[in-house]
C-alpha cells in the first residue's frame, strides 16, 4: 500500500493506493493544485474569486461543473446546502484561510449577509450570472468533487482511497474508516463510495465574543444553533456525501436529523452537545 499526503484547497489530503505504480499520485497531486487555481475562494486570482467580483460572465468547465452540483444540492437538500453563503461566512468571521483564522485576534463581526441568491446558467455558453449582492462559496463540495475525481483516476488502476480533510472517497476494497464520535471512535466499512463530515467542533472562532462556525444557516444567514456538533454519513460519492452531512446538520436539532437519516436510509453517525453518540440510517 502506497501512501502519498500533501496539502492543496486549504486541507491535508492523504492518498491511499494499492499498486506498484505510483507516478499516478503525482498527478494527482497536481490535479488538486490545479482546482485550487479554479475553487478557492481564499485565492484573489481564482476563477471563482473572478467570477464573484464580477458578478457574471463566462466560466471553465471545471468550475461551471462544480457550480451545476452545488446548485443542484441546494434544491436536493430544500435550501439547506447553499453556495450562496459567501458572505454570510465572511460576516460571521471566516475571512481567510482557517490556518491563518486560529491565530487571528478577537475581531468584531461584520454585519449579517443575506443568503439564498439566484444563479443563472446558460451550460451552451458556458456562463454564469449570480444575482447582485451575492457570491459563490464551493468550499465543501468542491473538496469531495475532487475527491471523486482523484478516486476516478486511481481506482482504474487499484484499490484506492482519497481523504480530502475528512472527504473521503474510496472504492477496490472494504476500507476501515474511523469516525471520531463523542470522545471515541466509531468505525465504518466503506467499499465503494464517499465519507464526510460536517462538524462545528474544529473550524470555530471567536468574534465580537462569541463563538462561531463555518455552517451557515440558510433561513437566518447565521452560524446554525442547535445541539449537533457532527455529522458523519456515507453515500454513494464524497460529493454527495458532503451535501447529506450539511443538510442533516442543519436539520435544526439532533432529533430530526435521526429521523431524517433513518427515513432516507442514510448511514450516519451523529454527536451531539453533551457526548452522545446517535446511529441511524441502518447503523447499529
Known amino acids: 500500500m502506497i501512501r502519498h499526503a500533501f496539502t492543496a484547497m486549504g486541507t491535508e489530503v492523504e492518498l491511499l493506493f494499492d499498486a506498484e505504480d505510483s507516478s499516478l499520485l503525482r498527478e494527482v497531486e497536481a490535479e488538486f493544485r490545479r482546482l485550487e487555481t479554479v475553487l478557492s475562494r481564499f485565492r484573489p486570482d481564482s476563477e471563482l474569486s473572478r467570477l464573484n467580483e464580477a458578478g457574471a460572465g463566462e466560466v471553465g468547465p471545471d468550475?461551471?461543473?462544480?457550480?451545476?452540483?452545488?446548485?443542484?444540492?441546494?434544491?436536493?437538500?430544500?435550501?439547506?446546502?447553499?453556495?450562496?453563503?459567501?458572505?454570510?461566512?465572511?460576516?460571521?468571521?471566516?475571512?481567510?484561510?482557517?490556518?491563518?483564522?486560529?491565530?487571528?485576534?478577537?475581531?468584531?463581526?461584520?454585519?449579517?449577509?443575506?443568503?439564498?441568491?439566484?444563479?443563472?446558467?446558460?451550460?451552451p455558453a458556458g456562463h454564469v450570472a449570480l444575482e447582485p449582492g451575492f457570491r459563490l462559496d464551493l468550499g465543501g463540495i468542491a473538496k469531495g468533487w475532487a475527491a471523486d475525481r482523484a478516486l476516478a483516476v486511481l481506482a482504474n488502476v487499484g484499490p484506492a482511497l482519497v481523504n480530502a480533510g475528512g472527504d473521503v472517497a474510496a472504492?477496490?476494497?472494504?476500507?476501515?474508516?474511523?469516525?471520531?464520535?463523542?470522545?471515541?471512535?466509531?468505525?465504518?466499512?466503506?467499499?465503494?463510495?464517499?465519507?464526510?463530515?460536517?462538524?462545528?467542533?474544529?473550524?470555530?472562532?471567536?468574534?465580537?465574543?462569541?463563538?462561531?462556525h463555518h455552517l451557515i444557516d440558510p433561513v437566518t444567514g447565521l452560524p446554525a444553533e442547535s445541539d449537533i456538533v457532527t455529522v458523519t454519513v456515507a453515500a454513494g460519492s464524497a460529493c454527495e456525501a458532503e451535501v447529506l452531512a450539511k443538510a442533516l446538520f442543519l436539520a435544526g436539532d439532533s432529533r430530526r436529523a435521526v429521523d431524517e437519516a433513518d427515513l432516507a436510509e442514510i448511514p450516519t453517525v451523529l454527536t451531539t452537545?453533551?457526548?452522545?453518540?446517535?446511529?441511524?440510517?441502518g447503523l447499529q
Open 171 to 212: 472504492r477496490g476494497r472494504m476500507w476501515t474508516i474511523a469516525v471520531e464520535a463523542g470522545g471515541g471512535e466509531v468505525t465504518l466499512g466503506l467499499e465503494e463510495g464517499g465519507v464526510a463530515t460536517s462538524g462545528r467542533d474544529r473550524r470555530a472562532w471567536m468574534r465580537d465574543g462569541k463563538a462561531r
Open 63 to 123: 468550475l461551471l461543473e462544480a457550480i451545476e452540483l452545488a446548485v443542484a444540492a441546494r434544491a436536493r437538500s430544500g435550501g439547506r446546502f447553499d453556495p450562496t453563503v459567501h458572505d454570510a461566512v465572511l460576516a460571521a468571521g471566516y475571512d481567510r484561510s482557517f490556518e491563518l483564522l486560529e491565530g487571528a485576534g478577537p475581531e468584531a463581526a461584520r454585519p449579517q449577509a443575506r443568503v439564498g441568491g439566484m444563479i443563472e446558467i446558460d451550460r
Open 273 to 281: 452537545s453533551t457526548g452522545e453518540v446517535l446511529l441511524a440510517g
